[in-house]
């Protein structure tokens, strides 16, 4: 089955979509010749829109995104745990906010692991906990009207509107423009350092022996 999409300017490429077996093909096409112009989605969209469905959904519709709910509220959890079980008390606590390069590769995989937890544990934990509060929306919302009930009449803005609509700004880093989108990518970074020297340290103290 084809679907022809056309605009007003009728000197423009058109539009049309290819469905066969549940597979749809995008494709421009010269309105005068016929000849195929190519994809209608160029592979940077694709891949862009790729690593958004993984994002948000681990690839697999809304039951991967009910887990990645799930998964947020554990990260959340975890920074809690982890930062339990780092504090190394009040007269070392301040050897652990600095990565030392001295001794085994093992040594230095948990200094990094250390300091890197110090510095990111507020911005993991906000990420996590912002990441269950976007999948799991209603609850949240449910709890502002129930507290502040909506004004029919005025629609004044509510103060828990207003938080909610923080807690996405927080975690995509919607707020100061273009530099706090720069810090946030940068930032990022400290997720999968976290996540391989942890994984290091657990094959390294479990698997391992």
Same mark, same amino acid.
């Given at each position: 089955?084809?679907?022809?999409?056309?605009?007003?300017?009728?000197?423009?490429?058109?539009?049309?979509?290819?469905?066969?077996?549940?597979?749809?093909?995008?494709?421009?096409?010269?309105?005068?010749?016929?000849?195929?112009?190519?994809? #209608? @989605?160029?592979?940077?969209?694709? +891949?862009?829109? !790729?690593?958004?469905? =993984?994002?948000?959904?681990?690839?697999?519709?809304? /039951?991967?995104?009910?887990?990645?709910?799930?998964?947020?509220?554990?990260?959340?959890?975890?920074?809690?745990?982890? #930062? @339990?079980?780092?504090?190394?008390? +009040?007269?070392? !606590?301040?050897?652990? =906010?600095?990565?030392?390069?001295?001794?085994?590769? /093992?040594?230095?995989?948990?200094?990094?692991?250390?300091?890197?937890?110090?510095?990111?544990?507020?911005?993991?934990?906000?990420?996590?906990?912002?990441?269950?509060?976007?999948?799991?929306?209603?609850?949240?919302?449910?709890?502002?009207?129930?507290?502040?009930?909506?004004?029919?009449?005025?629609?004044?803005?509510?103060?828990?509107?207003?938080?909610?609509?923080?807690?996405?700004?927080?975690?995509?880093?919607?707020?100061?423009?273009?530099?706090?989108?720069?810090?946030?990518?940068?930032?990022?970074?400290?997720?999968?350092?976290?996540?391989?020297?942890?994984?290091?340290?657990?094959?390294?103290?479990?698997?391992?022996?």
């Amino acid at each position: 089955m084809a679907e022809v999409i056309s605009g007003t300017n009728p000197e423009a490429a058109v539009e049309v979509w290819l469905d066969r077996d549940g597979r749809t093909r995008k494709r421009w096409f010269d309105p005068y010749t016929g000849r195929d112009l190519g994809e #209608a @989605v160029p592979l940077v969209i694709k +891949v862009f829109a !790729w690593m958004l469905d =993984l994002h948000d959904n681990l690839l697999a519709g809304e /039951t991967g995104r009910t887990v990645n709910g799930i998964g947020g509220l554990l990260l959340s959890v975890m920074c809690v745990t982890g #930062a @339990v079980i780092w504090w190394p008390g +009040v007269r070392n !606590w301040r050897r652990s =906010l600095i990565v030392r390069r001295s001794g085994s590769w /093992t040594r230095f995989n948990w200094s990094l692991h250390s300091a890197m937890g110090f510095w990111g544990v507020l911005l993991v934990f906000v990420w996590g906990a912002t990441g269950f509060y976007l999948v799991f929306q209603q609850p949240f919302m449910a709890a502002v009207d129930y507290f502040e009930p909506l004004d029919l009449e005025s629609f004044e803005p509510r103060v828990g509107d207003a938080i909610l609509t923080w807690l996405g700004r927080l975690h995509f880093g919607r707020f100061y423009g273009l530099p706090m989108k720069i810090l946030y990518t940068v930032l990022g970074l400290a997720l999968p350092v976290l996540f391989v020297t942890g994984a290091l340290m657990w094959w390294n103290r479990v698997l391992r022996r």
